[in-house]
């Protein structure tokens, strides 16, 4: 067994409501954030949002399927995550949220400078097999083009 990273980007997307940027979903095995990164382009007014980090204890149907990037060697083994509408994805819709369990991390930012959730080791955000999580926008936010990245590493 061994760890092996993995990103996800969400492009240049409009929202304009509470949404969910990034969901992860996995087929087995553990896995923790290392960092997440949320940005937006083209507003220079100054705007507050929050964003929070919680478990799903249902998938939302609101997502793009997205296959996650090896960070480090290609040749390392795929990662274990579903890609699915209702697996691991970014941000498509706002029609089906899924339901948020424990809101684990929440925080907020301001759309003039990306935020970057870059946690000390001590403080990663573990996510038991099986089990889904979500980045959301949990109110809704100033209509803006965000875009952004999740990187985790898996237990293989």
Not at 60 to 75: E, K, L, N
Not at 108 to 113: E, R
């Amino acid at each position: 067994m061994a760890w092996y990273t993995y990103s996800m980007t969400l492009a240049s997307q409009t929202i304009a409501s509470c949404a969910t940027l990034f969901q992860l979903r996995s087929s087995g095995t553990p896995y923790e954030i290392l960092r997440v990164e949320v940005s937006q382009s083209g507003s220079v007014t100054s705007v507050q949002y929050p964003l929070y980090i919680c478990r799903r204890s249902t998938t939302a149907g609101d997502v793009a399927p997205v296959t996650p990037v090896h960070v480090g060697s290609t040749s390392e083994p795929a990662s274990k995550m579903v890609s699915s509408s209702c697996g691991t994805g970014t941000f498509v819709s706002t029609s089906a949220f899924g339901t948020d369990g424990d809101v684990l991390w929440r925080s907020g930012g301001n759309v003039l400078s990306p935020y970057l959730y870059l946690p000390v080791p001590e403080e990663r955000i573990w996510i038991q097999s099986c089990m889904a999580c979500a980045v959301r926008f949990p109110i809704a936010v100033t209509s803006e083009t965000w875009e952004g990245t999740i990187v985790w590493r898996e237990w293989q």
